[in-house]
C-alpha cells in the first residue's frame, strides 16, 4: 500500500529558530513530491515541488530536499516566524492514476 | 493565478438537512476537480472525482446517493450532503485541476467547515 509517513506529528519553536520537517514514502514509481502549509481552516497551499531527478527545491525561507533512492523527503525552514505556525504536509504523486497520497502533516507551532 | 473559491466557508445545519458546497476556479478551467474530507489531525482524504459533463467517481466506502456532486460547468463543481447526521461534520476541501495540465496538478480551495447538529 503507497504510504506517506512525516515526522514528527507536532513542533514547537521559538521564533527566529530553525527547524527540518521529514517525510518518507513507499509510493513508487512516483512522478513528484510536494510540501504544502495548511493553515487552521483553510484549504493546502503548495510551498514546493520536485520530480524524482531533484535533490533540492527552495521557496524562500522554505527548502526541500529529496532522496529518491532512501524515498525521503525533508522541509527546512529558517528564520521562523509566528506565521509559520500551521500544519505541513508531504504530497506524493503516483505515476500510474497521478492520485495524489497525503501525510497527515506536522503541526508546526512557533512561539515568540 | 490558479485560485479556486469556496462557498460557504462554513455552515451549520439540523441534522437531516441537506447543505451545498460551492466550489469555483476563478482564473482558469478545470474538466476535473476533486472532493475531500478532512478529519481533526487527519489527513486529506480523496471523496471524490468530479469530471464536467460526466458522473463522478467515488471513492470506496463514499455513499454517492449521500453525496451528490454535479459539476455543472468547468469552473464550477458543487457537493451536497444530503440528510446530513452529525458524524458529516468534517472539513471539506474542492481542488481543480486546470485545462490543460498535468495530470497530477491541482490547486485546493479554502474549505468549508460543516457543522451537523
Known amino acids: 500500500k503507497n504510504q506517506v509517513e512525516q515526522s514528527p506529528q507536532s513542533l514547537i519553536i521559538l521564533e527566529g529558530k530553525n527547524c527540518t520537517l521529514q517525510?518518507?514514502?513507499?509510493?513508487?514509481?512516483?512522478?513528484?513530491l510536494r510540501w504544502y502549509k495548511q493553515d487552521t481552516g483553510r484549504g493546502p497551499v503548495s510551498l514546493t515541488i520536485?520530480?524524482?531527478?531533484?535533490n533540492t527545491k527552495s521557496n524562500g525561507r522554505y527548502t526541500a530536499t529529496l532522496d529518491a533512492d532512501t524515498k525521503q523527503s525533508s522541509l527546512h525552514i529558517t528564520a521562523s516566524q509566528l506565521s509559520d505556525s500551521a500544519s505541513y504536509i508531504c504530497?506524493?504523486?503516483?505515476?500510474?492514476?497521478?492520485?495524489?497520497?497525503f501525510g497527515k502533516g506536522t503541526k508546526l507551532s512557533v512561539k515568540p | 493565478g490558479a485560485v479556486v473559491s469556496q462557498h460557504p466557508s462554513w455552515v451549520i445545519c439540523k441534522s437531516g438537512t441537506s447543505v451545498k458546497i460551492e466550489c469555483r476556479s476563478l482564473?482558469?478551467?478545470?474538466?476535473?476537480m476533486f472532493w475531500y474530507r478532512q478529519f481533526p489531525k487527519q489527513s486529506l482524504m480523496l471523496m471524490a472525482t468530479s469530471n464536467e459533463g460526466s458522473k463522478a467517481t467515488y471513492e470506496q466506502g463514499v455513499e454517492k446517493d449521500k453525496f451528490l456532486i454535479n459539476h455543472a460547468s468547468l469552473t464550477l463543481s458543487t457537493l451536497t450532503v444530503t440528510s446530513a447526521h452529525p458524524e458529516d461534520s468534517s472539513f471539506y476541501i474542492c481542488?481543480?485541476?486546470?485545462?490543460?495540465?498535468?495530470?497530477?496538478?491541482?490547486?485546493f480551495g479554502p474549505g468549508t467547515r460543516l457543522t451537523v447538529l
Open positions: 481542488s481543480a485541476r486546470p485545462d490543460p495540465g498535468g495530470t497530477d496538478t491541482q490547486y
Open positions: 517525510c518518507n514514502y513507499t509510493v513508487s514509481p512516483f512522478s513528484n
Open positions: 504530497v506524493v504523486s503516483e505515476v500510474s492514476q497521478g492520485n495524489l497520497i
Open positions: 520536485m520530480t524524482f531527478s531533484e
Open positions: 482564473d482558469f478551467q478545470a474538466t476535473t
